[in-house]
């Protein structure tokens, strides 16, 4: 508004002076269209004059375009930090009102992962003390596959002779101390066969709490995008609601005669 303001009172100035100075004596037809206040060329370089100085400030000064591109966010970049951490993607486009309900059930999962797996390993360490207490057995140097026939068979010698009728002879165990078991009764290799089965679960129960982080990432990477992209319309939309200010000429017969500034909100 200062500059057309400025822009209307140089005109009116400039209008007064060349008034002003017209001489006293009569002038040709073709020095009256030059010298002529409403001629084109003198109004033409009047506008040049008055206009060129406040016209491309304005312009400039109400692009959208420029005013807005160092404040747009990326869809990508609130994805990524979804994906990383839930919730840290809607943070970004400013709206952690809907990433703060991601980020809690990130917490959440990551504390039952980790009770979940550190009470299935104290589940199953003390099912393989249950099982030397009552079988006599060495843990040094054993697979998984042992402690599971070690519940299924009383001692060595039952599980090696099964093996042998089944013709499964990669399987039998050498019959030597470090390789023997031998159940003090068959409630407790029951009892035994409980623990490291509940245990399994537990350690088994620990994929679908990754499954759940997978799917909170999903769920808040596809929130992160959205909330940037409404973020990035609602900038959009405030910016050209900015006032804006054109200049146009007019004429009559074909020949101009003035200027009409234009304003819009």
């Not at 000429?249 to 020949?255: L, Q």
């Amino acid at each position: 508004m200062r500059y057309a303001v400025c822009f209307m009172l140089g005109m009116i100035f400039l209008n007064g002076s060349m008034h002003a100075q017209q001489p006293s004596v009569p002038l040709t037809g073709q020095q009256q269209d030059e010298s002529h206040p409403g001629s084109v060329q003198s109004f033409s370089a009047a506008y040049e004059q008055a206009f060129a100085s406040s016209a491309p400030q304005q312009t400039q000064a109400l692009l959208p375009e420029d005013v807005g591109t160092a404040e747009r966010k990326s869809a990508f970049i609130g994805v990524l930090y979804s994906l990383v951490l839930p919730g840290m993607g809607e943070l970004y486009a400013g709206r952690f009102d809907k990433g703060k309900y991601p980020l809690i059930i990130e917490t959440g999962l990551w504390l039952g992962l980790v009770g979940v797996n550190s009470y299935g390993n104290w589940v199953e360490d003390d099912a393989r003390l249950y099982a030397i207490q009552h079988a006599g057995i060495q843990t040094a140097g054993k697979d998984d596959n042992f402690f599971v026939d070690i519940e299924n068979y009383q001692d060595l010698y039952a599980y090696n002779n099964q093996m042998l009728i089944e013709r499964r002879l990669d399987e039998v165990y050498p019959d030597e101390q470090e390789w023997r078991w031998n159940w003090d009764s068959k409630d407790n290799r029951l009892d035994y066969k409980d623990q490291r089965i509940f245990a399994d679960e537990l350690h088994n129960g620990v994929t679908y709490f990754v499954l759940g982080m997978i799917a909170n990432r999903i769920w808040s990477a596809i929130q992160a995008a959205t909330a940037v992209n409404s973020y990035n319309a609602s900038l959009t939309e405030r910016l050209s609601q900015l006032p804006g200010m054109h200049a146009r000429m007019t004429s009559y017969a074909g020949r101009i005669d003035g200027m009409q500034l234009v304003f819009t909100w």
